[in-house]
């Protein structure tokens, strides 16, 4: 069976007028509108981890993969209680070097600054039971880099969050959904077990565990577009 992999990025307050990548912010009753949409379905939202073994075929069951690109401050406040009071797991893809930081690299884009999760936000996430994935040590464009840095990205960022935080880190997330073969086998390589992109679509045995497709859910994404993206992708 498909599992869809939900990509979402903030959870809070969407910024008014015309803020460049607005859509981005998911209303936190909006979210916990969209969990509600998900245990009434009948479906169960995992982590990414959690989430492997069905999309690899070797499970049955009406699940979905939740994931968090950037690790927000404001999904940890926003996000997190909803998660524990469904009985839902997630996985949160941090930028290594902004732990406590920001997100510095929306900057010049325009996007208002928004705050990343401390180390001790982290630690209580993952003592939770939900999951810690890498997104790079600076959200980084991974095919615009040489060999050598992609791969101190890749892998430099698994065993620092691993150091930091004395959990395993089993999966991956490419900044703006770039990559190439050649990163593909980098994540591989370094230990990862799956990594996800931009590509749209929900997740099949048949894929590549490290080029899985995801549904980003959008701000204004109504009720039909959101189980849309959940039951049929
Ligand atoms: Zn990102």
Same mark, same amino acid.
């Given at each position: 069976?498909?599992? *869809?992999?939900? /990509? ?5 307050? *969407?910024?008014?007028?015309?803020? *460049? ?6 209303? !936190? ?22 989430? &492997?073994?069905?999309? /690899? ?5 009406? @699940?979905? =993969?939740? +994931?968090? $690109? $950037? ?7 926003? =996000? ?13 893809? @941090?930028? /290594? ?8 690299? $929306? ?35 991974? !095919? ?12 430099? #960022?698994?065993? &620092? ?9 089993? #999966?991956?997330?490419? *900044?703006?959904?770039?990559? +190439? ?8 390589? /370094? ?5 996800? %992109? %931009? ?5 099949? !045995? ?28």
């Amino acid at each position: 069976m498909a599992v *869809p992999i939900l /990509a979402y990025h903030q959870i809070a307050v *969407p910024p008014s007028g015309k803020a *460049p990548f607005r859509s981005m912010v998911v209303h !936190p009753e909006a979210f916990r509108r969209q969990m509600e949409w998900l245990k009434r379905l009948g479906i169960k939202g995992l982590s990414l981890r959690e989430a &492997l073994p069905y999309i /690899a075929g070797e499970k049955a069951g009406k @699940v979905a =993969a939740i +994931t968090f $690109d $950037d690790s927000y401050l404001n999904v940890y406040e926003n =996000a997190l209680p909803v998660l524990q009071e469904f009985g839902f797991t997630a996985t949160n893809f @941090v930028v /290594a070097n902004q732990i406590g930081g920001s997100n510095v690299w $929306d900057v010049p884009l325009g996007v208002a600054p928004a705050a990343c999760m401390s180390v001790e936000q982290l630690r209580r996430w993952s003592s939770f039971g939900h999951e810690i994935g890498s997104h790079t040590l600076d959200h980084v464009h991974l !095919p615009q880099l040489s060999q050598t840095e992609a791969r101190r990205q890749i892998s430099d #960022s698994r065993g &620092l969050l691993e150091n930091l935080l004395g959990v395993d880190v089993s #999966s991956f997330c490419f *900044p703006y959904g770039d990559e +190439t073969q050649v990163d593909r086998k980098l994540t591989y390589e /370094a230990g990862y077990s799956a990594a996800t %992109t %931009t590509k749209r679509g929900r997740a099949r !045995p048949q894929d590549d565990l490290f080029g899985l497709p995801r549904a980003t859910v959008r701000r204004n994404d109504s009720w039909l577009h959101f189980v849309r993206k959940c039951v049929f992708g």
